[in-house]
């Protein structure tokens, strides 16, 4: 009892206090003051929400890639900022492949020295400073104007390894040169053999060892997130974009003197592997087969003498099969065992993201939306600052699980939720 009442004579005490202060007179008594004081408290939260969800205004400022996507999102027509938000349908397995990430803990060791990481990886006999893949990616001057050539800057300058995209609005000629180095090149088929052969020997004339044949769109797809934005899209895009397949090429300079008029389109749902032998009957380049997501299709690829396999559902964008790729990564890496490498894309955002692919056995993981935000918001600057935060918590991650190198990275690392 005598504490309760010491409590009450403070009370008593503080409250004469304020009645005699200049709070008092200032704030109109008690209830205005405190209402006041409440007031403030929500001026303070407001300041800072604001403050919190501010769009940065240069590269430097991000603190992780998503900071990039509300400025690519701002600076964006519409039409385009849907074309690169899009997956098909309800947007299901492009939220899959984010989301697949939470299922997978850390299991980190301790003790161990890491005060030197080493991310060295190594892709066909060829040495890279780390194991991330800028993936291929159409149409990049619809979100800077230097598109495909500031992220070739970007690559030359981080040291990593680029893939050129078929639709590209850039060549592979001028890529490679802006790279300082060669790149992969990625294949859509189209449905005129010799339109296929004239792309694969220009790759081969600026020495790209490496064609990444694209296997997991047949046919168009459904972006209804797309369709959506070019709704509110006010732009008059006729001067552009003209209709059909020979729109889609306007601007593609690696359809440049072949019979492009001859095209009814880049996806062929004939195609079997059949066409992956003419391939390697054609060129020497590697072949790397990009969409694979089973077992099955795995054996199949090593039956076929396919020298490497990017684990693939295009971001979200071919089928709507609701399953993460981060998901199909390990009967894929159990059925080729170890003859070829395995590379794996869709939804990394994080460098804990790639880590768990490299724990699942992955030798490389491709990114794609991450590098395009950063395009669209700062050209070069954005690409290259994308590339530093993924390095950044990449070995962060490491040094936290007591992995100094690539080659120490294993499924003992990770656990499933």
Not at 12 to 36: E, H, I, P, V, Y
Not at 186 to 213: C, F, G, H, N
């Amino acid at each position: 009892m005598k504490n309760v009442g010491n409590d009450f004579i403070k009370r008593r005490l503080f409250l004469k206090f304020l009645a005699s202060s200049t709070l008092f007179s200032t704030f109109g008594g008690l209830d205005n003051l405190f209402a006041n004081i409440g007031k403030q408290d929500s001026i303070n939260s407001h300041l800072l929400k604001t403050q919190v969800d501010k769009i940065i205004s240069s590269a430097s400022e991000a603190i992780n890639v998503f900071d990039f996507e509300p400025v690519a999102k701002k600076i964006l027509p519409p039409a385009h900022y849907g074309y690169l938000a899009t997956g098909v349908e309800d947007d299901r397995t492009l939220k899959a492949n984010r989301e697949a990430f939470s299922h997978i803990y850390l299991r980190p060791r301790r003790l161990i020295d890491v005060s030197k990481i080493n991310m060295i990886t190594e892709l066909f006999d060829v040495t890279w400073d780390s194991p991330i893949v800028l993936a291929p990616a159409g149409s990049q001057k619809a979100f800077h104007d230097e598109g495909e050539i500031a992220v070739a800057k970007a690559a030359k300058k981080q040291k990593h390894l680029q893939i050129l995209s078929t639709v590209s609005t850039s060549s592979i000629e001028d890529v490679t040169e802006a790279r300082g180095g060669s790149v992969w090149y990625q294949l859509y088929p189209t449905s005129v053999w010799d339109i296929a052969i004239s792309m694969i020997r220009r790759a081969e004339a600026v020495k790209s060892p490496v064609l990444v044949l694209t296997v997991d769109v047949p046919t168009l797809t459904n972006r209804e997130t797309e369709k959506r934005f070019k709704r509110i899209d006010t732009r008059d895009c006729a001067p552009c974009h003209s209709p059909g397949i020979q729109g889609l090429l306007e601007g593609k300079p690696m359809f440049d003197g072949t019979n492009k008029s001859e095209l009814k389109g880049l996806l062929v749902p004939t195609m079997t592997w059949d066409f992956v032998k003419r391939l390697k009957d054609t060129t020497d380049m590697k072949i790397v087969l990009k969409g694979i997501v089973t077992n099955e299709d795995a054996l199949l690829c090593i039956r076929h003498g396919v020298d490497g396999i990017i684990v693939s559902n295009h971001g979200g964008r071919a089928e709507e099969s609701g399953r993460a790729t981060i998901d199909s990564l390990p009967e894929v890496i159990a059925a080729v065992e170890g003859k070829i490498p395995v590379l794996v894309d869709s939804g990394f955002r994080r460098g804990s993201d790639i880590f768990k692919a490299l724990a699942l056995g992955a030798s490389g993981v491709c990114i794609g939306r991450p590098y395009l935000w950063g395009l669209a918001a700062f050209g070069q600057a954005g690409v290259e600052m994308v590339l530093k935060i993924l390095r950044a918590e990449l070995r962060d991650v490491m040094m936290f699980t007591g992995t100094p190198s690539i080659k120490d990275i294993n499924s003992s690392y990770i656990g499933k939720a």
